[in-house]
């Protein structure tokens, strides 16, 4: 595979809001891609900008060197490659299947026997950075795999990913990505304690922001969620609260195999599934503020 992924044939399936500008930015790069998704609604956008619409996972990965795999769920990974499992020669031997999702160790463990019984050589590279980072390419991301087949994707995965990290055999660069989303959530709590914790003491909340910024506390959270939180924006942008509350479980259930208690996290956890609970899931899950000092907006 060259330095580039220029002509290299790449499968993208999933196309919500991280395949979508991961997508864009392969056809940016030249890249021959094959695009599927179970709405058709992209279809004119995605066409008009060169890629090849494509009616089922497994006719986006024929021909494809590497095949992205993105979406949110673990029952949403299942059912793609329970097409992909019956993958016809044409699709040829090899294929480097990367899954950019946030899923459980064991589920992506399931995953690679599925692609290596296929003739695939399967990743798991969950990727972190939200949409900035996809509409960047500076995503930051965590692969669990062969060493060798991380190399002929990474052109590939350059495309999107600044960083790219590898930590051992499959299912590691999920724990990875676990660690990754407990120290967000957390952040994004303590970012949202302290500035109601500003407010209700009467102070400018956006000079506390401002001031944070250039000390210590200053951090991508505050810079960004902080902003959402002052703005009160909390559409749907870096992650959903009912995705980082999925991936809050996957963070409580790997800490419980081994044998760690996550004190500070687990109230996170709990007050995601609240905004689960009271009909917010598909906010932004800088809305976790919304939760502290209710009777007064920021």
């Known amino acids: 595979m060259s330095a580039g992924p220029a002509g290299t044939t790449v499968g993208v399936i999933g196309l919500g809001t991280m395949g979508r500008p991961i997508a864009h930015r392969l056809l940016d790069a030249a890249a021959r891609v094959q695009v599927h998704s179970r709405h058709d609604t992209l279809r004119n956008e995605f066409e008009s900008a060169g890629a090849s619409w494509c009616g089922t996972p497994l006719e986006a990965a024929s021909g494809a060197a590497v095949v992205l795999i993105v979406v949110a769920t673990e029952p949403d990974l299942a ?12 699709i040829g031997p090899r294929v480097v299947v990367c899954d950019l999702g946030t899923h459980s160790p064991p589920a992506v463990l399931e995953a690679d026997a599925i692609v290596r019984a ?11 950075g939200g949409v900035e980072g996809a509409l ?3 995503l930051s991301l965590m692969a669990g795999g062969d060493v060798a087949a991380l190399d002929r994707a990474r052109p590939v995965l350059r495309t999107f990913a600044s960083t790219i990290v590898h930590f051992g055999p499959v299912g590691s660069g999920q724990v990875a990505k676990a660690c990754n989303q407990l120290l967000v959530g957390s952040t994004i709590e303590a970012v949202a304690e302290a500035l109601t914790l500003a407010r209700l003491s009467g ?3 956006a000079l506390v922001r401002e001031a944070l910024l250039g000390g210590y506390a200053s ?11 002052l703005d009160g924006a909390f559409g749907p942008g870096g992650a959903r609260v009912d995705i980082h509350a999925k991936d809050a479980r996957i963070v409580l259930d790997q800490a419980k195999r081994v044998g ?10 709990a007050a995601l599934e609240t905004l689960i609970a009271e009909g917010d899931g598909g906010l932004d899950h800088s809305a ?5 000092g209710r009777d007064e907006p920021v």
Not at 119 to 127: M, V
Not at 219 to 229: A, K
Not at 288 to 292: D, N, S
Request: charged share 15%; hydrophobic share 50%; net charge neutral.
């Open 79 to 90: 059912g793609v490659l329970a097409g992909l499992g019956r993958w016809p020669a044409s």
């Open 219 to 229: 951090s991508r959270v505050l810079e960004i969620h902080g902003r959402r939180m």
């Open 136 to 138: 960047a390419g500076s």
């Open 203 to 205: 102070l400018d909340v």
């Open 118 to 128: 296929a003739g695939g050589i399967f990743l798991d590279t969950p990727i972190s």
């Open 288 to 292: 976790l503020i919304t939760l502290l």
């Open 260 to 269: 760690l208690a996550l004190p500070g996290f687990e109230p996170v956890a």
